[in-house]
């Protein structure tokens, strides 16, 4: 059960991003996954619009969107479950796109 959490998480970053780049001329996301000594660092990018500062500020807060369709949680149960490995997300986003940075430490 623990690996279809992470892909939760996964698939959480992944149809965001793709959300943001609906319609969009020349749109990407990028995964980038990284070994460091101490675990796992995980990056999903993406070309989009960026989030808007507003959001930004209380983005893993419940109930907070910009979706018409959405509820504001899928961020919030990624946190947790993220944070539930002992590991932890964040985010930066510009007018250039996106970034989703997961810091996992090594498995035991």
Do not use: M
């Not at 609906?22 to 796992?40: F, P, Q, S």
Request: aromatic residues 4%.
């Amino acid at each position: 059960g623990n690996r279809v959490r992470l892909e939760q998480v996964l698939i959480n970053l992944f149809q965001n991003a793709l959300e943001a780049l609906d319609g969009r001329d020349g749109a990407r996301v990028e995964v980038l996954v990284e070994e460091k000594d101490d675990g796992v660092v995980l990056n999903v990018s993406d070309n989009g619009p960026g989030i808007p500062p507003a959001i930004l500020k209380s983005l893993f807060t419940p109930f907070n969107t910009s979706k018409e369709k959405g509820l504001g949680l899928g961020l919030v149960i990624s946190k947790d479950i993220v944070a539930d490995y002992g590991g932890r997300i964040e985010v930066a986003s510009g007018a250039e796109g996106t970034r989703f940075t997961i810091h996992l430490a090594k498995a035991a």
